[in-house]
């Protein structure tokens, strides 16, 4: 860790935040991992705790053990968290992350781009490679929420009401629910543009009808459409 903060070079010691990508498997040496991040911590090291995939029931047992045991707190949790999977809502997550203290981060928030707006099966607007299997399936199913998504973006540039008088577009629309739950989106990204556009959704929020407005679309999906299939190292 030491190493991992001289590279970076910031004229500090320390690295913001350590994190344990995933839960090992079966628990095997789980507590030891997490004493080892706790040490750290304390020793400044790292500035914060992190983990990632971490389910509702494991991230408190997490919390607790941090807290109690260690005398450090519980800082992130890194989760796979759209409107296209939306299990961190379903299982209890968000309000046991909150409960404790942690923030959600949430990775993939665009759905692989589904949500960007850029893709239709109308008219014939799709990726290529394994993805274009896929965004063919979910398609058809995100009918509901991609129409609320155009409604809001249609309704917030007639009113002036994005970043900057800019367009307001789906993939805002799409961080900003991510931040409306509670977790900060990160996002992938490739060209200046969409650093742009992406930086521009920290100039605005979601108000809460508009929120409930996904939510429903959301729910008004038939069961088990128009969702991505979860992270394999998600925990309980």
Do not use: C
């Given at each position: 860790m030491k190493e991992s903060s001289r590279r970076l070079d910031r004229g500090r010691a320390?690295?913001?935040?350590?994190?344990?990508?995933?839960?090992?498997p079966f628990g095997w040496q789980e507590k030891a991992y997490w004493a080892g991040l706790a040490e750290m911590k304390k020793e400044g090291s790292i500035k914060a705790i992190g983990l990632s995939n971490?389910?509702?029931?494991?991230l408190r047992q997490a919390a607790e053990t941090f807290r109690k045991e260690h005398g450090v707190c519980l800082a992130s949790n890194q989760v796979q968290f759209s409107l296209v999977?939306?299990?961190?809502?379903?299982?209890?997550?968000?309000?046991?992350?909150?409960?404790e203290g942690v923030r959600l981060i949430a990775y993939s928030p665009l759905g692989l781009?589904?949500?960007?707006?850029?893709y239709s099966m109308e008219k014939q607007r799709l990726p290529e490679g394994p993805r274009r299997i896929l965004f063919k399936e979910?398609?058809?199913?995100?009918?509901?929420?991609?129409?609320?998504?155009?409604?809001?973006?249609?309704?917030?540039?007639?009113k002036n009401q994005g970043a900057r008088g800019q367009r307001v577009t789906h993939s805002q629309i799409a961080l900003n629910w991510c931040r409306s739950?509670?977790?900060?989106?990160?996002?992938?990204l490739k060209k200046l543009d969409q650093a742009k556009e992406a930086t521009a959704a920290l100039e605005w929020k979601l108000t809460s009808a508009e929120t409930a407005a996904l939510d429903a679309a959301v729910a008004s999906m038939p069961r088990g459409t128009g969702q991505t299939?979860?992270?394999?190292?998600?925990?309980d």
């Open positions: 320390g690295v913001d935040i350590g994190q344990l990508h995933w839960a090992p971490y389910g509702p029931k494991k999977s939306t299990l961190p809502v379903q299982s209890g997550l968000v309000e046991i992350a909150a409960s781009g589904v949500l960007t707006g850029r979910l398609l058809p199913a995100l009918a509901p929420v991609l129409a609320t998504m155009d409604e809001i973006a249609s309704e917030r540039t007639r739950k509670g977790a900060v989106p990160i996002v992938g299939v979860q992270n394999i190292f998600q925990t």
